[in-house]
């Protein structure tokens, strides 16, 4: 399987980023895919997931009502709206993919869950 993220760039603070995150080689049906982030010096955090057959989506707190989280299931492919950035969401952005059903659950915040990572894109906020 590999993914590959894309779309992170400069950006502004208050401006929009989009990245997309396809999928290829799969072999089994994606149940979970999930969005984290990392800065240097701290450990990846969990940013957003969304189920993949059925499109319900999950958001930490920091992110909730700025970012947007879709899916075209056909395209494989999926794509994280982010508005109104901040700063602080100035990061590495990795999207994940989980095949086990019981990833959608509080298994979802947890990096051990997911099966495979693309290379993640870098998404920097300037004040």
């Known amino acids: 399987v590999q993914l590959q993220a894309s779309g992170g760039g400069l950006v502004q603070a208050g401006g929009s980023l989009r990245l997309s995150c396809a999928a290829s080689?799969?072999?089994?049906?994606?149940?979970?895919m999930g969005w984290f982030r990392q800065t240097p010096g701290k450990e990846r955090e969990f940013v957003a997931a969304?189920?993949?057959?059925?499109?319900?989506?999950v958001y930490a707190d920091s992110v909730k009502g700025r970012l947007t989280l879709s899916r075209e299931t056909a395209k494989r492919t999926a794509y994280l709206q982010m508005d109104s950035l901040k700063p602080e969401d100035t990061a590495v952005y990795y999207c994940?993919?989980?095949?086990?059903?019981?990833?959608?659950?509080?298994?979802?915040?947890?990096?051990?869950?997911?099966?495979?990572w693309g290379q993640g894109t870098l998404v920097t906020v300037s004040s």
């Open positions: 994940a993919t989980a095949k086990d059903r019981k990833s959608w659950s509080t298994a979802m915040f947890t990096e051990a869950t997911y099966d495979d």
């Open positions: 080689g799969l072999t089994f049906v994606i149940q979970t």
């Open positions: 969304i189920r993949w057959l059925g499109g319900n989506t």
